[in-house]
């Protein structure tokens, strides 16, 4: 892993997950969170001579890290297209896939990305910056329902409701343009001693909302039976609860509600089964690394 890789983002339980693609010399593998390479490097070093690696990121930004190896291609898309964009280098089954969902440390750092509460920024937090959506438009044109949402569901903040209403109430005097500008709107529900954490809950909110993180993951994940081989693998980290319940039913169930299907003489019939348990990382690496705190990986096999 290069210097500038390390400097650009941090990766997450890194053995651990690149681990559990068991890699094969000569397969094809996919990283859709390519960042700053830090995964994609790791499992480069795994391969042979005709193993391949597809990298996925739609931040414009990461293309900067690019490895320079005929084995690895990077494309600048979103991963919910990665059946379709796989299709186009003729690659229809892969042997496994990695994905590190969440905000890597370069968006964070880069103040006028909007991502960070440490920063004054304008309201943007879009992971691509050709994106339509940023957090302005949520802020300012979402309605009360939507907006209360955003917050309740996303942030797990249990005044979604008042928060709405001062949002709605204060931009009808003046939009609110910049984080600092939210930030003192929404003061009063910034408790003292708990402001950052509050504030970070509100951020997460509206960057998941901006980037449809949720559905993406969803589209993504319907995708993995059909594009992965038998036996393959699936290795994904994440960081919110919504994200890792998502996941964790999937390779249960299949699906993300319900019970799993079953075939006519009621077995049940998924398309995966779990690699051992939950795999969160050790505190050495949270005091290496704070923002792998949250972080729980889980791995599957296609069966």
């Known amino acids: 892993m290069t210097e500038t890789m390390t400097m650009y983002h941090n990766p997450v339980l890194l053995r651990e997950s690149v681990d559990g693609l068991d890699i094969k010399k000569d397969g094809t593998y996919v990283d859709v969170t390519f960042g700053g390479g830090g995964h994609s490097q790791e499992i480069m070093k795994r391969l042979g001579g005709k193993g391949r690696l597809f990298a996925f990121d739609q931040d414009e930004d990461a293309l900067e890290n690019r490895i320079d190896d005929e084995r690895f291609t990077l494309i600048n898309e979103n991963f919910r297209f990665v059946t379709q964009f796989l299709k186009f280098y003729g690659i229809r089954k892969v042997d496994g896939i ?9 968006q964070f750092d880069t103040a006028e990305r909007g991502f960070s509460t440490r920063f004054e920024a304008s ?144 077995n049940i019939d998924v398309p995966f089964k779990k690699v051992g348990g939950l795999i969160v990382p050790s505190k050495q690496e949270i005091a290496q690394n704070n923002r792998a705190r949250s972080a729980k990986l889980r791995i599957a096999v296609k069966i």
């Open 98 to 106: 990695l994905a590190d969902f969440g905000v890597s440390s370069h």
């Open 123 to 266: 309201l943007d937090m879009r992971m691509s910056k050709r994106s339509v959506l940023s957090a302005f438009e949520v802020v300012n044109k979402y309605d009360y329902e939507e907006l209360r949402r955003v917050l309740f569901q996303y942030g797990d903040l249990r005044n979604a409701n008042a928060m709405a209403k001062v949002v709605l109430s204060q931009r009808e005097q003046s939009p609110i343009k910049t984080t600092e500008q939210l930030k003192e709107v929404l003061q009063q529900f910034l408790p003292k001693g708990r402001e950052h954490k509050v504030l970070a809950q509100i951020y997460q909110a509206i960057r998941i909302e901006v980037n449809q993180e949720i559905a993406v993951i969803k589209e993504f994940l319907l995708q993995m039976p059909e594009l992965l081989e038998e036996g393959g693998r699936l290795s994904i980290i994440s960081y919110h609860s919504l994200e890792d319940r998502l996941v964790k039913r999937f390779i249960r169930a299949g699906q993300f509600e319900g019970e799993p299907e079953k075939d006519f003489y009621g």
